[in-house]
């Protein structure tokens, strides 16, 4: 239970850190990805349609968020 709690915490501390390295697009877009606590990853069809994009274009702007936040951690 406390790794399950913990890990919620970890979540939550990173979703509120991610504004100040990305734009929102990109926020929703790594946190339906990759930060799902149920680890149930929205799929790049769905998120394109939210962002009214393709789910190629959704592809591009997660590695590039990706990307973007490697380097800002190096």
Do not use: F, Y
Not at 21 to 30: H, M, Y
Not at 32 to 58: C, F, N, P
């Amino acid at each position: 239970m406390e790794t399950a709690n913990k890990k919620i915490n970890d979540i939550e501390l990173i979703k509120e850190t991610l504004p100040l390295l990305l734009n929102d697009r990109e926020c929703d877009i790594i946190s339906q990805r990759w930060l799902t606590v149920d680890e149930d990853k929205a799929s790049l069809q769905s998120l394109g349609d939210k962002h009214d994009i393709s789910a190629e274009r959704v592809r591009q702007i997660e590695k590039k968020a990706l990307a973007d936040l490697k380097k800002a951690l190096h």
